[in-house]
Each structure stands twice: as C-alpha cells, then as structure tokens.
C-alpha cells in the first residue's frame, strides 16, 4: 500500500520578498541567512560606512580611494544595497540596477592584487568593528577574498 507524499512543513517553503520568512532549503527550519545573522540593515550601514572612513584615512587604501568619484555617498549608498542583497537580505539592489556583473561595472579602472589587498584590508577592519560573530566575519570575509580576487583585471604578474 503506497502512502501518500505529505506536504513539506511550512517553515521549510521559500518565502519570497520578505527577509524575517525566508529560509533556505538546508534542511534546518528557520536557518536565518547571513544578512538576519549580522543584524540586518544597521549592521550592514555601519559595516559600509567603516570601509570608506578606512578608504579615506589609511594611506595604503590611497590607491583605490583616488579610483572613487570625490564624494562617496553615491558609492557608499550602492553597496549598501548590494551587501544587503549578497548577504541574503531584501532585493535592494538587482531591483534597482539589474544584475551585478561586478567585474564589468568595474572594468574602467585597472584593479590589480595590490588593489585587491588595499580593498581587503579596509574590509577586514569595517568587519572586526562591525560584526561580531566570528563565524559570521569570517565567511563574509572568505566570500569577499574571492570575490575581489576574482575582479582583478590587471596583469601584475614579475615579468
């Protein structure tokens, strides 16, 4: 005798459009994404707004700092959004600007490794002030190491 298929626990649908419900199908009901995990919104304003106050004030950002229009709002109000979003909060970005394409956004300034290092190493201090789970810090910081290593478009390579 076959039983019928009974119907998965409500706790486990994806619910679209709204960031307190959504789970993601790992098995575990309720598994809250990076983004809830962090502190939402406050915590993702406090971790962008320390990246650029470190892009403005160390001198080995000075090189990616002279890569950014002079008034940093526009810039820092964008990735907002798209932290939010790649962290697994509200659509805040793709809504407005379509997909990312990161890379091709990004292709008008020559972004080599010490680019990537200077960009890091203001990253990583915005995180260890910002976010206080070490878990937490450390797969943002994880994700983020490939993805700036991924955007480099220079070849600075010892001939």
Known sequence: ?????????????????DPDRECR???QLNEASLFQRIGGGDTIDRLVDGFYDRMERIEEARTIRAM???DLEPSRSILKRYLTE????PQAYSSERGHPRMRMRHMHVPIDSAARDAWLLCM?????ETVSGEA?????YEAMAKLADWMRNTDDSPA
């Open 86 to 89: 790649w962290l697994g909060g």
């Open 136 to 140: 937490e810090r450390a797969a943002i």
């Open 1 to 17: 005798m076959r039983q019928a298929a009974l119907p998965r626990p409500a706790a486990l649908r994806r619910v679209r459009g």
């Open 68 to 70: 950014h229009r002079e």
């Open 25 to 27: 199908w790992s098995g």
């Open 124 to 128: 990583r201090g915005a995180l260890d």
